[in-house]
């Protein structure tokens, strides 16, 4: 009769985590064809009610351009060029591995 052992593995928990974590999204995935303004007009409003709501920590999900012409993004470089020129946003850079990585953006916002 074989023995089942189980295995007594602990996940690492960093406590610091929840310091991290984004608050909010905004996934820019099924929206349909975005112009330029469109886009601006959705991080604006976005970056808006995040502030409304005392939020600091933001996530962009833009997608890694895969499905772009030429394979290239287009969101994600328009998305952080135009957070960097927001008063509101102190620091823009891409997400973690576990929350999108080179997909998406991570905001820190201060007002």
């Known amino acids: 009769m074989k023995k089942k052992y189980k295995r007594n593995q602990k ?3 960093n406590k610091f985590d929840n310091l991290s974590k984004p608050q909010a999204e ?3 995935h099924n ?3 975005l112009y330029p ?3 601006k007009e959705l991080v604006d409003v976005f970056i808006q009610k995040s ?3 005392n939020l600091t920590k933001i996530l962009f ?3 890694k351009g895969l499905h772009s012409k030429k394979g290239m993004p287009v969101i994600k470089p328009l998305v952080k060029k135009y957070l960097q020129t927001k008063p509101e946003v102190k620091r823009v850079y891409e997400g973690r591995f576990d929350r999108g ?3 998406t953006l991570e ?3 201060e007002y």
């Open 107 to 109: 905001v820190t916002l």
């Open 61 to 63: 999900i833009t997608g």
């Open 11 to 13: 996940q690492k928990i």
């Open 101 to 103: 990585g080179s997909g």
């Open 31 to 33: 929206r349909g064809v």
């Open 37 to 39: 303004e469109d886009i």
């Open 51 to 53: 502030i409304d709501k």
């Open 26 to 28: 905004l996934d820019f």
